[in-house]
């Protein structure tokens, strides 16, 4: 009986031994997104360097899906070109919904302003935290490391039939340009180069009026 109690402790012993300093499971590591953005495959269409799999807003920001409901957003190379400098990009801030069409950004260059609307509908995930240091980046990468943030969406299918996307794209810019050209060359035809393509920095060489017409025309202020 004794030798049966001895073992019976034994065990006891052991066992608390064990569950008190087993050593703690090891989780499975979740990886978060990164947030790096691709580098784009770019094609050329009608003399227009067009990033493949990027729809397009009309107001001049584009998305990029990246998942079933994560996507990528920035402004176009249209917007870029209007601009000689940008001194900073104010973002809507992270958790918040945005509706397509909605204001996502506001740009602030040599004193003056204007709002580019969100592509698509839903909360902000991320914010570029490296265009905010660096806006110049926008300008000179807008469709990679000039990206503006990251978007939960999760009715893109329904978004995407209002922005323009494969084959309308290059006709789309096409006619963004003819239409900025024309409306340019009614003030100063010189301010349009060769082609009727309007000089880079456009925003920042014309009058106050002219240029207030041309961000409510083009980005929908």
């Not at 049966?4 to 402790?9: C, H, M, N, Q």
Request: hydrophobic share 40%; with cysteine.
């Amino acid at each position: 009986m004794s030798i049966l109690f001895v073992l019976l402790t034994f065990l006891v012993v052991i066992s608390v031994n064990y569950l008190w300093f087993r050593p703690a499971p090891t989780l499975p590591v979740t990886a978060h997104p990164s947030l790096k953005s691709p580098a784009p495959v770019m094609t050329k269409q009608a003399g227009f360097s067009i990033p493949q799999h990027y729809c397009f807003h009309p107001g001049h920001t584009w998305v990029l899906r990246e998942g079933p409901e994560d996507t990528r957003v920035g402004f176009d190379s249209f917007t870029a070109e209007l601009l000689e400098k940008i001194e900073r990009i104010e973002v809507t801030k992270p958790e918040r919904w945005v509706r397509q069409g909605q204001k996502l950004m506001t740009v602030y260059a040599d004193g003056f302003s204007f709002e580019l609307v969100s592509p698509v509908e839903g909360v902000v995930t991320h914010v570029n935290h490296d265009v905010i240091q660096n806006p110049e980046l926008a300008l000179h990468d807008p469709y990679k490391d000039g990206w503006i943030a990251t978007l939960k969406t999760p009715d893109f299918n329904t978004n995407q039939r209002n922005l323009m996307q494969a084959s309308m794209i290059a006709p789309w810019m096409h006619y963004n340009q003819a239409r900025l050209s024309a409306e340019v060359a009614k003030l100063n035809p010189a301010l349009a180069q060769d082609g009727g393509v309007p000089v880079g920095g456009l925003l920042q060489r014309v009058p106050a009026d002219l240029r207030q017409r041309i961000i409510t025309e083009f980005f929908l202020n």
